[in-house]
């Protein structure tokens, strides 16, 4: 009786249209980078909520980028070894597991473990572009892979109005509810429609590499995104870049010797994939740097003289098109992947992100101002995340496409995880107080917009000097 089930449910995944594949993958990219901005809204009101010092409170959304960073690349290596659908149900499961705990915790603690665990979720995202290149006809592959790229954006974008109308008008323990119930839908989803790998890695798993990738990123990363708490020069804040330096580059010695290491560095280090992975780095930052600048720019008194004094569920859905026009323009982004390259079309996504932060940096002084920059990053994110996974995949060979992925990924993270640090670092050191409150000061927003357009910039650069590809070749004119 089992067996007929399996055999069914086989025979369905074979017969399941592309279309339904690419839906049931993106719904669960989009549930996966919700994870990022479910708790948001709640951020001012968690020492409260949990009984907690501001500083320990933080970790909620630390500890989520720190899981993120460790398990992508991780992930898309078991996902190469083990099958790309088995990890992601795994990943799935995760995302349940920690909605539940969450759900049920009153302290710090238990809301901790839950974010630490929805965290692993991220992996979903590489690993899906994995899946449609297996899947997929060429022909349908840039438009796929541009949509489900675009989820990372997405989620977020739609993710953080639907957080804040929650928190407002229930208890917040709501958000985990919510979250639990999208990862039952996306579980559901991906075991019913998206089919079994055929294309496997043979190996094994380099736990060594493993443990040396997790110590290494998580002392670099402690280091960016709790800096500024524990003051730059301080023995801990030192003693974590230290120990995330020698971690990293004793474990990449060990991976250039070992037989089957966690992440090919030879690969890595290939031209197009090293310097799409750095390009990616400043992606992650102005995308995170939007997220963290525009809605407290937004929410400050009017009084401060350069706030707009909205409300949290205001500035969220001022923050939203920018998501929606990542989803508008993947369709586009395909079709325009497919005529010119990915190449360029990287080349226009950041210089576009350069674009938006000198029009906030010259026009500020109206919400519509905040929110047509916004947009147009929305342009150069939904053509930048279309290009990087279509670049790594033509440079990569096929049974690496997941942890290629996964490390670009990873790229991102340390991006998003920057703009956290830097941006609020900036923010708070250069506030004045104001009715008891610490107001981040008109200058301190124009610092940020000059540090993201300088990351974007530099990812500009970057993206120039990648090699061209072959389909860039086969697109130009004669």
């Known amino acids: 009786m089992m067996g007929g089930t399996g055999d069914s449910r086989r025979n369905l995944t074979r017969r399941a249209p592309g279309w339904a594949v690419v839906a049931a993958l993106a719904f669960a990219g989009l549930s996966s980078a919700f994870m990022f901005t479910l708790v948001v809204p709640l951020q001012a009101d968690l020492p409260r909520l949990l009984d907690a010092s501001r500083e320990d409170t933080t970790w909620v959304v630390t500890i989520t980028l720190l899981v993120a960073a460790v398990a992508t690349p991780i992930s898309g290596r078991l996902g190469d070894m083990y099958g790309k659908r088995r990890v992601i149900l795994v990943l799935l499961v995760a995302l349940m597991a920690g909605s539940l705990v969450a759900a049920l915790s009153h302290t710090i603690v238990g809301v901790i473990i839950g974010r630490g665990l929805q965290g692993i979720t991220t992996g979903v995202i590489p690993l899906g572009i994995a899946i449609m ?4 006809p060429p022909a349908r592959l840039g438009t796929a892979v541009a949509f489900m790229s675009a989820t990372m954006g997405v989620g977020g974008a739609i993710g953080m109005p ?26 559901v989803a991906i075991a019913l429609v998206v089919p079994e790998d055929t294309l496997l890695s043979p190996g094994r798993l380099d736990v060594l590499g493993v443990i040396g990738l997790a110590v290494g990123l998580t002392g670099l990363l402690l280091y960016v995104s709790r800096g500024a708490d524990w003051g730059w020069g301080s023995p801990l804040a030192l003693g974590s870049v230290a120990t995330g330096v020698v971690a990293l580059v004793a474990w990449g010695a060990y991976q250039l010797r070992t037989r089957d290491p966690l992440v090919d560095l030879r690969v890595a280090a290939r031209p197009a994939v090293l310097l799409t992975n750095l390009a990616a780095i400043g992606m992650g930052f102005a995308l995170f740097g939007s997220n963290v600048s525009f809605p407290q720019l937004l929410e400050l008194p009017a009084s401060t003289g350069h706030g707009f004094g909205l409300t949290m569920m205001e500035a969220a859905m001022c923050i939203m098109p920018s998501g929606l026009i990542m989803m508008v323009l993947s369709p586009l982004s395909g079709q325009l992947e497919r005529v010119f390259g990915p190449r360029p079309l990287f080349t226009i996504g950041t210089a576009s992100i350069v674009v938006a932060y000198v029009f906030v940096l010259l026009l500020s002084s ?8 916004n947009c147009i990053i929305g342009v150069g994110i939904a053509f930048s995340f279309a290009a990087m996974p279509m670049i790594i995949m033509q440079s990569v060979p096929s049974h690496e496409t997941g942890v290629s992925n996964g490390l670009n990924a990873l790229f991102r993270s340390v991006g998003t995880s920057s703009a956290s640090a830097v941006m609020g670092g900036v923010l708070a050191a250069m506030s004045v107080e104001q009715g008891g409150h610490a107001i981040p000061t008109e200058a301190a927003f124009a610092t940020c917009f000059w540090i993201a357009i300088a990351a974007a910039i530099v990812a500009t650069v970057l993206t120039l000097v990648i090699p061209r590809t072959a389909s860039d070749h086969a697109s130009l004119p004669g």
């Open 366 to 373: 109206e919400v519509w101002h905040i929110v047509v920059a």
């Open 162 to 187: 639907a957080a804040a109308f929650i928190a407002e008008n229930s208890d917040w323990h709501a958000l985990f509810w919510v979250s639990l119930g999208l990862g039952v839908a996306g579980f």
């Open 133 to 136: 290149r297996d899947v997929l």
